[in-house]
């Protein structure tokens, strides 16, 4: 059972705007809307960000936010700060009723 | 305000079984789905599976079926995996997880994670 494809890191600077991508297949990503994105520092606990493609959770910054196209579903983050740097990882709904994980992206902050 | 709690850290040799429970106080249970997620030393997070309390069907990914169960006991609102045939590569620590509504597949509340150590 294959893991969806993440970039392993990607780096920016603080202000910028970087985009994650989340690649997966028809049987994912593509086939339907149950992608989500998760924050985890060092030590911590996943923090959902992002659900059903595109919905944040309140309490959730604005400055995160979702998409897709096709097979690759993307998480963009504006005005990079500092406390940004983490990994972060992708899920979606897999047929049939099962979910799988990206393999994660490390986010430097630089 | 709902919180999980897990069970604490276990230590188990190879080819034994464990069992971790979670508990969630403060709120609903038999309405959602709690799914459990592991994350190796250095690794991402992995689904393992989930269940419906008030519907008790599990289901599992492919790759832990026939070595994981996961249960709920609705009287003490605890969910539990048990995992056998333990192995070295099952140390992880272990959380579980729950939606952020029926059938979501996005988790909004997470136990503290337990540690499963798997050593001869």
């Known amino acids: 059972q294959s893991a969806l494809t993440q970039p392993a890191s990607v780096s920016g600077s603080p202000g910028q705007s970087i985009t994650l991508s989340c690649t997966g297949t028809?049987?994912?990503?593509?086939?339907?809307?149950?992608v989500s994105w998760y924050q985890q520092h060092p030590g911590n606990v996943p923090k959902l960000l992002i659900y059903?493609?595109?919905n944040r959770p309140s309490g959730v910054s604005n400055r995160f936010s979702g998409s897709k196209s096709g097979n690759t579903a993307s998480l963009t983050i504006s005005g990079l700060q500092a406390d940004d740097e983490a990994d972060y990882y992708c899920?979606?709904?897999?047929?049939?009723?099962?979910?799988?994980f990206g393999g994660g992206t490390k986010l430097t902050v630089l | 305000q709902v919180q999980l709690v897990q069970s604490g850290a276990e230590v188990k040799t190879p080819g034994s079984s464990v069992k971790v429970s979670c508990e969630a106080s403060?709120?609903?249970?038999?309405?959602?789905?709690f799914s459990w997620v592991r994350q190796a030393p250095g690794e991402g997070p992995e689904w393992m599976g989930r269940?419906?309390?008030?519907?008790?069907?599990?289901n599992y990914a492919q790759k832990f079926r026939g070595r994981v169960t996961i249960t709920a006991d609705e009287s003490t609102n605890t969910v539990y995996m048990e995992l056998s045939s333990l192995r070295s590569e099952d140390t992880a620590v272990y959380y579980c997880?729950?939606?952020?509504?029926?059938?979501?597949?996005?988790?909004?509340?997470w136990g503290q994670g337990t540690l499963v150590t798997v050593s001869s």
């Open positions: 997880a729950r939606d952020r509504y029926l059938s979501s597949w996005s988790f909004d509340l």
């Open positions: 403060g709120g609903t249970f038999s309405n959602f789905a």
């Open positions: 269940t419906i309390p008030i519907l008790n069907i599990p």
């Open positions: 028809s049987n994912d990503v593509g086939g339907h809307n149950y």
């Open positions: 059903e493609v595109t």
């Open positions: 899920t979606s709904y897999r047929d049939t009723s099962s979910l799988v």
